[in-house]
């Protein structure tokens, strides 16, 4: 069993900053992917930044503004988010694609959400 646990999320106003953590915990025995995705109400869910093997990929919205980094010895990644704007406001949500312990295949797992508010 993995679970993903996000936090940081809040209240911030336009042009402020806020940091998003999610931990991953369980029987992993190696994560390939971990990214960021939101979803603003009424809209689909979209990506917002991966990072694989070191080597980050961001929307072309965030671009600039959000950096993702990951602590591999503490299975934890993290979304730097600055220069926040209103249309940032969404719950985000942390992705792993990684494999458990004893198996081979590759399992897809999402954290709970974390709401993120930016106030104009």
């Known amino acids: 069993q993995v679970h993903l646990v996000e936090s940081g999320g809040g209240l911030v106003l336009a042009g402020g900053s806020l940091t998003l953590s999610c931990a991953a915990s369980?029987?992993?025995?190696?994560?390939?992917?971990l990214g960021w995705y939101r979803q603003a109400p009424g809209k689909q869910r979209e990506l917002v930044a991966v990072?694989?093997?070191?080597?980050?990929n961001y929307a072309d919205s965030v671009k600039g503004r959000f950096t993702i980094s990951r602590n591999d010895a503490k299975n934890t990644v993290y979304l730097q988010m600055n220069s926040l704007r209103p249309e940032d406001t969404a719950v985000y949500y942390c992705?792993?694609?990684?494999?458990?312990?004893?198996?081979?295949?590759?399992?897809?797992?999402w954290g709970q959400g974390t709401q993120v508010t930016v106030s104009s």
């Open positions: 992705n792993a694609n990684l494999r458990t312990t004893g198996t081979a295949r590759v399992s897809t797992y």
């Open positions: 369980g029987t992993i025995f190696s994560i390939l992917t």
């Open positions: 990072i694989i093997s070191g080597n980050t």
